[in-house]
Nanobody
């Protein structure tokens, strides 16, 4: 089994910053990429950013220049530094591990964390 645990969400005023963390644990041989998504009630979950095992990062246009994704030294941890937060960034933020290999020859699987609430007040 693979578990993803997010932390770092909370309430912040507009213009403030938060740093989200996500740690993957369990039976993991390798993870091809890790990323962040967000969702508000009544809307589809949307992709925010991701980072590959080689360190290539991609960030959605609507957060480029404000959000930065990075990985920990162990590579099973991913961070999302969020600066200049705006009320429209309010959402539940989810961590995702893409194409996780649990053992050599095992099928690839994706895993999601439980989500962490980010609320930005105006």
């Amino acid at each position: 089994q693979v578990q993803l645990v997010e932390s770092g969400g909370g309430l912040v005023q507009a213009g403030g910053s938060l740093k989200l963390s996500c740690a993957a644990s369990g039976s993991i041989f390798s993870i091809n990429a890790m990323g962040w998504y967000r969702q508000v009630p009544g809307k589809q979950r949307e992709w925010v950013a991701d980072i590959t095992s080689s360190g290539t990062t991609n960030v959605a246009d609507f957060v480029r220049g404000r959000f930065t994704i990075s990985r920990g030294n162990g590579k099973n941890t991913v961070y999302l530094q969020m600066n200049s937060l705006q009320p429209e960034d309010t959402a539940v933020y989810y961590c995702k591990a893409d194409r996780v290999v649990r053992a050599v020859g095992a099928p690839l699987s994706d895993y999601w964390g439980q989500g962490t609430q980010v609320t930005v007040s105006s």
